[in-house]
């Protein structure tokens, strides 16, 4: 199995970004009832959670991104998205996908995102 994540780079403050992670080798029974999620690592800061889809739907967003962060996903495509709007420096990360089941925990390779002042 493999995350492959796709869509980082350097944009201005204010706009728009759309992270995807395509999972290959997995099969659809282990990608839809999984537990879906984004995180984000600065330089010297702790990972932090920035989107969680849960298996039947659910979606949380911590205050900082709320209303700005979407997360999706294509069951078909085996694909989650992480849609983010009106980005601001302090979004200015390494982003990394993550699915976990029952006895799985995958992780993307992590892509750089630099919102530029």
């Known amino acids: 199995v493999q995350l492959r994540q796709s869509g980082g780079g350097i944009v201005q403050v204010g706009e728009s970004l759309k992270l995807s992670c395509a999972a290959s080798?997995?099969?659809?029974?282990?990608?839809?009832?999984?537990?879906k999620a984004w995180y984000r690592q600065a330089p010297g800061k702790q990972r932090e959670l920035v989107a969680l889809?849960?298996?039947?739907?659910?979606?949380n967003y911590p205050d900082s991104v709320k209303g700005r962060f979407t997360i999706s996903k294509d069951s078909a495509r085996k694909t989650l998205y992480l849609q983010m709007t009106a980005l601001k420096p302090e979004d200015t990360s390494v982003y990394y996908c993550?699915?976990?089941?029952?006895?799985?925990?995958?992780w993307g390779q992590g892509t750089q995102v630099t919102v530029a002042s």
């Open positions: 993550n699915l976990r089941g029952r006895d799985s925990d995958y």
């Open positions: 080798g997995m099969i659809t029974s282990v990608f839809n009832p999984s537990t």
């Open positions: 889809l849960s298996s039947d739907g659910v979606t």
